[in-house]
C-alpha cells in the first residue's frame, strides 16, 4: 500500500474508534453489578442470618414476598458463584442492548414467575432470573447469529438438565424462565 492509503485507512479506523466510544453506554454495568450484589446480600441473609426472614412467613403478604426475595437467593455458596459469574457474562451483554428498566424487568420478571411455577410443582425456588437473562440474551444474539443463538440455547438447555438431577420442578423453573426472558426480550425488542 502507498502512504496516501494507509493515510485514508488510519483516518477511518480513528473514526470508527471515535463512534464505537460515543455508542458505548456510559454506565457500564452498572446494573449487573447492582444485581449481583443483591445477590450476596440474599446469599447472605439466606444462609448467615435466616432469623430476619421469619417475621415475614406470618403476614398474609408472605407467599408474594418470598417469591420476590427467592430471585436474589441462590442457596448454596458455589450456587451464589455460578449465578454471579453467569449474571456479570450475559448481564453486561444484556446491559448494553438494553435500557436499564429493560433489564430489571427482564430479571425480576423471569424470576418471579418461575419461581411461582417451581412452587406449583412442589419445589422451592432461588435464583432462576439468569435463565430468564439467557432467554434474552438468545433473543438479542438471534438478531446477528440465528444459528448460534440456537447452538448456545440448545447447550445452556442440555447443561441445566443434567446440573437439575433431572427434577422436574427445578427444569419446569429453569425452561419457564428461559422462555419468560425470550418473550420480554422480544416485546420490548431488546437488541433491535
Known amino acids: 500500500m502507498d ?5 485514508f485507512w488510519r483516518q477511518r479506523r480513528n ?11 456510559t454506565g457500564g454495568s452498572t446494573v449487573t453489578k447492582a444485581l449481583i450484589i443483591l445477590l450476596v446480600l440474599g446469599w ?10 421469619a417475621p415475614l412467613a406470618g403476614s398474609a403478604l408472605s407467599p408474594a414476598i418470598f417469591t420476590i426475595l427467592s430471585t436474589i437467593m441462590p442457596g448454596s455458596l458455589i450456587s451464589l458463584l455460578f449465578v454471579g459469574i453467569f449474571v456479570w457474562i450475559i448481564g453486561m451483554s444484556i446491559e448494553a442492548v438494553s435500557r ?4 430489571v424487568v427482564i430479571f425480576f420478571g423471569s424470576g418471579i414467575v418461575a419461581n411461582m411455577v417451581i412452587a406449583h410443582f412442589g419445589g422451592a425456588g432461588s435464583a432462576l432470573a439468569v435463565f430468564g437473562l439467557a432467554g434474552a440474551y ?7 447469529n440465528q444459528r448460534g443463538a440456537t447452538q448456545w440455547a440448545l447447550i445452556l438447555l442440555g447443561i441445566n438438565v443434567v ?16 422462555v419468560v426472558g425470550l418473550a420480554l426480550a422480544s416485546l420490548m425488542h431488546i437488541g433491535s
Open 138 to 144: 438468545v433473543y438479542s444474539m438471534s438478531h446477528f
Open 3 to 7: 502512504r496516501e492509503t494507509q493515510k
Open 15 to 25: 473514526e470508527m474508534l471515535k463512534r464505537d466510544r460515543r455508542a458505548r453506554p
Open 100 to 103: 436499564p428498566w429493560q433489564y
Open 44 to 53: 447472605l441473609v439466606q444462609n448467615l442470618i435466616p432469623g430476619i426472614l
Open 163 to 178: 446440573l437439575s438431577g433431572f427434577q422436574m420442578a427445578i427444569l419446569a423453573g429453569e425452561v419457564t424462565a428461559f
